[in-house]
């Protein structure tokens, strides 16, 4: 069975990227155009209002890049670090645990997009497409298939 897992892991991964950046850019959208349930009570937060409303933008970004794996690492580090911010800064002060202070989703998305800073983004990701596509790339592979020995 390890075999199938080990082949079906990029595209785990993918779906698991894929999903998470949808949760987090939903979250954004709620918060940035008060849709989807709005921010606090169905509105959404004032353009330039500090830390909420740039919070979201990286959350509706964020989430995008990520879901599509597009700048997949730096989106995700970008967002890992917003939400670990708004961990410390908003709910940490009311209790220390995050099932205590209301900050579990914080806590979550923070660990949940440093792990993709990591793994990348798996199969499916606008980043694999792009790096296919470089003009470094063909022409190492120009050299390496001039270089290989062939067959005669």
Do not use: K
Not at 47 to 64: D, E, F, K
Not at 125 to 149: F, H, I, K, V
């Amino acid at each position: 069975m390890t075999p199938h897992l080990h082949r079906a892991q990029p595209y785990v991964l993918a779906l698991f990227r894929i999903v998470v950046g949808g949760l987090f850019a939903c979250h954004g959208a709620a918060s940035v155009f008060g849709v989807l349930g709005g921010a606090h009570g169905g509105g959404s937060i004032a353009a330039g209002t500090w830390p909420g409303w740039y919070a979201a933008v990286i959350q509706l970004v964020g989430g995008v890049l990520v879901a599509l794996g597009l700048g997949t690492r730096a989106a995700a580090l970008v967002s890992s670090g917003s939400m670990a911010y708004a961990y410390f800064t908003v709910h940490q002060s009311h209790a220390l645990l995050p099932l205590q202070n209301g900050g579990e989703p914080s806590a979550v998305f923070c660990w949940v997009f440093l792990l993709l800073v990591f793994t990348g983004p798996g199969a499916l990701a606008l980043d694999n497409l792009l790096a296919a596509r470089t003009p470094d790339r063909q022409d190492r592979d120009r050299a390496q298939e001039q270089t290989s020995p062939v067959a005669v």
